[in-house]
């Protein structure tokens, strides 16, 4: 078709691990004059349908059988988990890497923002590295010149533009390394984690310039980012890849929502039949633990505008004591967000129930956990219950132009008002 300016077909990567040749001379000369003279397929690194389970001490398949098309002024989205073969894929279609089998036709000018930085020496000053960089990215000396200015101040390093950028901090090089690259005129861009680096304002100038050249522009882009909430905002269309395959292509909101339900490593709910088979001790016994998100409508993951409700139920082994639960909830890396304790209740032995909420628009988005103490007379602690549930939230920004990464542990909407107080007539 006319409009389809990349086409993807049967597409393998292999790597051989731990080694770059076939250990012998005599065939590493017949593997180059086989693929690099004759084109034809790599004879050491067959792919016959079924992966050679003996083989798999030795090789890795990056990418299985890929087949997709991108659309002339299409914005399409690639997200998988860590080495799920987002770069590698890249790396192909970019050209850098060739590929042990399939096809990868393009037409048009492609240009790759891969790694933030490319071409440049720290001995040179900013101006010059400024030429360098453009140059093997793909501009002529022309374009840059009458871009230079424009670049420069994109990267706001106008004092130092005649410093080696050895002397600069890493978030100056940064700046001017993607001031280079985002202002390439390509018809495909290729842009594989920008919002990885820099501080926030960086990100959103990058955020800024990559909507500027999809919406204005009409160019074809490639968009690599662990960032959700970034890619349903900027790209129409999504490809999920997992492991080397392609899990799902098609609407971003389809996709993404596909990726975070499977992604989620969620433990909403636990519960035991019996004592005996409960966690806890000769004063307690853990009967059920659950997290229960509130949602008018079910939706496949959790953001941060989601109500969550911790509901708990424990057998109490001993008469007339007075009990109390401790609620701690815990980033993924263990920094506490809050420690609730429930009002103390005199109990005797029997069911014990509880629940406590988290209202929505509280919680930044990131993976958490809670634990649970429960402590007897406000002060002996009875059973301390680690990591009963965990979740994960993700973002949600509406009527906001910035997605770069949050601060905070918390984001919760308070009370704010911002007015007109008083005009200025001139």
Not at 133 to 138: A, N, T, V
Not at 174 to 194: G, K, M, N, T
Not at 206 to 232: D, N, Y
Not at 327 to 353: Q, R, Y
């Amino acid at each position: 078709m006319p409009d389809v300016v990349i086409e993807v077909e049967n597409l393998f990567k292999m790597y051989r691990l731990g080694t770059i040749s076939t250990g012998s001379f005599r065939r590493d000369l017949q593997r180059w004059w086989t693929t690099y003279v004759l084109k034809k397929q790599d004879p050491y690194f067959q792919l016959d349908g079924e992966f050679n389970p003996a083989a798999q001490h030795q090789s890795i398949l990056a990418l299985q059988d890929i087949n997709f098309q991108v659309r002339h002024g299409d914005v399409m989205g690639i997200i998988g988990s860590n080495g799920s073969g987002k770069s590698t894929l890249l790396k192909i279609i970019s050209r850098i890497v060739r590929p042990t089998s399939g096809t990868v036709k393009g037409r048009g000018k492609i240009s790759s923002l891969l790694e933030v930085g490319t071409g440049f020496h720290k001995e040179l000053t900013g101006r010059e590295n400024i030429y360098i960089s453009g140059y093997i990215l793909g501009m002529s000396k022309d374009e840059i010149r009458k871009k230079f200015d424009e670049i420069v101040a994109f990267s706001n390093v106008e004092k130092f533009i005649d410093t080696p950028v050895k002397r600069y901090s890493s978030g100056m090089y940064v700046r001017l390394a993607f001031a280079v690259a985002a202002h390439l005129e390509p018809d495909i861009l290729i842009v594989d984690e920008v919002l990885a680096v820099g501080d926030a304002d960086f990100q959103k100038k990058c955020l800024g310039k990559m909507r500027e050249v999809s919406q204005h522009s009409g160019r074809t882009i490639l968009f690599v980012s662990h960032s959700m909430q970034a890619v349903k905002t900027l790209c129409d269309k999504a490809l999920w890849l997992n492991q080397g395959k392609l899990k799902a292509i098609g609407d971003v909101n389809s996709v993404v929502n596909k990726y975070l339900a499977t992604t989620q490593q969620a433990k909403l709910k636990q519960h035991w039949h019996t004592p005996a088979e409960a966690p806890g001790n000769e004063w307690v016994r853990m009967k059920a633990v659950e997290l229960v998100p509130h949602q008018e409508v079910f939706e496949e993951y959790l953001d941060i505008r989601t109500p969550l409700t911790v509901k708990f139920q424990f057998w109490n082994m001993q008469d007339d004591v007075l009990l109390s639960v401790g609620l701690h909830l815990f980033t993924s890396n263990g920094e506490c967000i809050f420690n609730v304790p429930s009002p103390p209740a005199h109990c005797d032995k029997g069911i014990v129930e509880g629940e406590c909420m988290i209202p929505g628009n509280f919680l930044n988005d990131g993976s958490y956990y809670i634990s649970m103490v429960i402590v007897r007379d406000t002060s002996v602690e009875l059973f301390n219950f680690n990591e009963c549930l965990s979740f994960e939230l993700e973002d949600y920004r509406e009527n906001l132009q910035w997605y770069g990464k949050w601060w905070g542990a918390v984001r919760p909407k308070l009370p704010f008002r911002l007015k007109q107080a008083e005009l200025i007539l001139q």
